[in-house]
Structures are given as C-alpha cells and as structure tokens.
C-alpha cells in the first residue's frame, strides 16, 4: 500500500497530467476534442509515454479507443477494466472522463510493477460526449458489440461519415470486431465528478454510484389559435404559449413532489413567436429522469394526463412525441459494495448516489459486472472552463482505487465471473 506522501505524489501528478491533456485541443483558446479530432493522437501518443514504463502494453483499436494492458501474475489471469472517456464537448473543462483515465494510470503507478491476479487494461473512450456525430458513446458502444453500419454511415457537421473518420484517423473499420471485449473481461470501474452539487452540499469527497438514472424524452405540441394581441379579449382566447406555461409549471410541481424525480423543460418554440399576435402553437421539450423506471413512466403518464387537461380547460389540443424512453441501469451490487468498503477504509462516509448523466460503465453494463465512483466537483460545475477538482479528493480517490484492487485480489469468486452472453 502507498504511503500518504506517494498518494499525495500520484494526486498532485494526475491533475497535472489533466491540464498537460487539456492542452491538446481543435481551439487555440479552450478545450475542444472531439471523436478522432487531430489532437486526439496526442493524447494517444502522451498517454502511451506515461503507460508504458509502467508495463502496460497500449493498443488504439479500431474506434480509436486507447486500450492498455497491464499484465496479471499470470497469462490466464481475468481482466480488470479501468477507464473513462478521453473526448470532450466544446469549451470544456480539464477533469470530465480524462480524469478517470489518469487515475487508473495513476493505479498503475501505485502497484509498483506489482502483480496482481488479475490483470488491469486501462481504457480511454474516443468519444463518449456525441459531439462530432450527434451519437454519444461511439467508443464503448464498439466493446459490446453495438456499431452498425447505420452508426458508421452517421455523418458529421461536414459530411464526413463515421466509417471515413476512421480510415481518416489511420485506422480499419474491418477491425472494429476485433474491439469487442472478450471473455476473460471480469468488470469496468469507473471513476468520474460527480458533474454536480450532491457531494459537496454534504462535504463528501467520493460517492459510489448505485445506477444510471433511465431517462425520457418526449415533445409537447400546444395547438390553440392565433389572433390579434390587442382586440381579442383575454376570456376568448387559445392561447398555445400560456398553456404551455401552465403545464410547465405542473412539471416543475410533480418533481419536486417526488423524491429523486427530476423533469426538465429546456426548450419552448412558439408559432408565429411574434410579440403582438397570440401564440397559435407551443412546442416543448421535456426530459424526466429517476433511478427507479416505475417511478419514471408513472410520472410522465401523470404529466401526459396533466398536459391534456390544460389543453382541454382552454380549448386547445396537445400531442406529445416520445423520442426516448432508456431504463435506469443499475450498477453491479459486488464491486459497488467493494467500492463501500474501500471508501470506508480511507475514512469516508461511503454515500450512494445515483448519476443523473448518462455514462460509459452504464454502455459497459450491458456485459460485463461496472461500477462508479463520484469525485466531489466544486460548485457543481461541469462542460466549462472553471470545471475543477480538489488534489485531496483525488488523493482519496486514488486511496480508494488501491484498497479496492487489493480486496478484488483477495476476492477469487468475483474473479470467476464472466462475460455475459
Ligand atoms: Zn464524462
């Protein structure tokens, strides 16, 4: 085990190492990288610097994800998967997914050239934020087998397709099978800020994540009429645009009668949106999104229900698209009861939280045993420049990540687990 001083070594040297890769960037001013971008062959090519004098032998398959593999005490020995992601969205922040993959380089660096009886590859996603494409997790979607041609077809802002950015990069679309994990794959961990205000509000620095909250997406449509904002008088009008502010209002009032619910109007378009005619139409995004999927549709039902009456009261009509309806993913019960322990060793209170973001371990979970851990982010900002981490959290981090291999190493059940079908 490290001793504090080596801990704080490693915690001071991971955040350097975040802002050294935040340096390559598509923008002179600002962190930008997105999937296969130019830089992102810095980042290959300064990881590998940083991994290979520890042992691992690094491989870029055929998305671009960066794989190393850092051998067990034997060649059969199962394979422990550590990672993040290593793209970005635009005007980005130093620590989101790149953290995580400097903290499994720092685990690395903490065995010592030890051997453990499994052994680790460290994983950096090529694209998990779905900027280029529109497509989020292109990378680990390849690991368990999810790329299709109609993914590799998806083209970006200049018609370059997903397939031709590949070859582009160097590499062989031909070969993206050859990415898919393998059998001998026992488990991901991922460690990752919290990306908002939880852990700090109860002055935690770590937090194991219990599942991947499901998500829905859907689309309102208000149709009342338009007319005259000056002669119709307020008792006989069909107004779209205060109808919809009704039910948002609703919205707003059902979550946060619910615990853990939360649900989101982030976009309102109205027709003909001119500011002396009444609305005839209002068009409105709603995203809800809870751990538990009962909890979830029984909330959008009720806020269908409510939508309709509005429109109904006021003489208007409403439709509603459904554009997404993704189940919670709940993170694997062993490792993240694993990861308690190991929070506790370092002397935290080893809260559970649920990711209201989408991340690659909920892709990972699809196949093998994933789980999380939540870094504490200041002021709960996250996708921006004044994006930051503390060195203590990172430190406890890394203290964290240690006990954890060391009872993964003591633990030969977990070890015989494998891959599911
Ligand atoms: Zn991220």
């Known amino acids: ?5 080596q801990t704080a070594e490693l915690a001071e040297e991971v955040i350097a190492r975040c802002h050294i890769l935040a340096s390559f960037s598509e923008d002179s001013h600002g962190t930008r990288r997105t999937f296969l971008s130019p830089p992102m062959r810095d980042v290959h090519r300064q990881l590998s610097a940083w991994l290979e004098p520890l042992g691992a032998k690094v491989n870029i398959d055929a998305v671009g994800n960066l794989r190393a593999l850092y051998p067990g005490a034997e060649n059969s020995a199962p394979r422990l998967l550590i990672g993040s992601h290593l793209d970005t969205v635009s005007n980005a922040g130093a620590y989101d997914g790149i953290l995580g993959v400097l903290i499994a380089v720092a685990l690395l660096e903490g065995l010592q050239n030890c051997r453990l009886p499994y052994a680790i590859e460290v994983l950096g996603f090529s694209e998990e934020e779905g900027v280029r494409f529109g497509k989020p997790f292109i990378g680990s979607l390849a690991l368990v087998g999810r790329m299709d041609q109609n993914l590799l077809n998806t083209k970006d802002a200049h018609g370059v397709s997903v397939q031709t950015a590949i070859e582009e990069f160097g ?3 031909a070969e993206i099978g050859r990415a ?4 001998d794959a026992v488990g991901y961990l991922e460690f990752h800020i919290e990306q908002g205000p939880v852990l700090e509000k109860l002055e935690l620095p770590l937090a194991v994540v219990d599942a991947i909250a499901g998500q829905s997406r859907l689309e309102f449509t208000f149709v009342g009429r338009a007319n005259h904002a000056g002669t119709t008088p307020m008792n006989l009008r069909f107004d779209a645009v205060a109808a919809a502010a009704e039910w948002i209002a609703g919205v707003e009032r059902q979550a946060n009668a619910v615990a853990g619910l939360v649900a989101t109007v982030g976009s309102v378009a109205t027709k003909p949106g001119a500011s002396n005619t009444i609305a ?22 009720d806020l269908k229900r409510q939508a309709e009456a509005v429109a109904r009261r006021r003489g208007l009509s409403v439709q509603s698209i459904t554009h997404m309806n993704q ?7 062993f490792l993240s009861g694993q990861i308690e322990e190991a929070i506790g060793k370092t002397g935290c209170e080893p809260h559970r ?14 196949k093998i045993p994933a789980a999380m851990i939540f870094l504490r982010t200041p002021g709960g900002i996250s996708h921006d420049p ?11 981090a890394i203290e964290c990540g240690m006990h954890l291999l060391d009872q993964l190493a003591a633990s030969p059940t977990w070890m015989t687990r494998t891959c599911r079908a």
């Open 1 to 5: 085990m490290l001793n504090p001083t």
């Open 171 to 173: 590499l062989n679309p």
């Open 180 to 183: 898919l994990l393998q059998d």
């Open 280 to 301: 005839a139409e209002a068009r409105l995004t709603l995203d809800v999104r809870h751990a538990q999927d009962q909890v979830r549709l029984s909330a959008v039902d």
């Open 327 to 333: 189940p919670a993913i709940p993170m694997d019960p």
């Open 353 to 366: 939280i649920t990711s209201g973001a989408g991340h690659d371990a909920m892709i990972l979970a699809e």
């Open 386 to 396: 004044a994006e930051s981490v503390a060195v203590e959290d990172v430190e406890k």
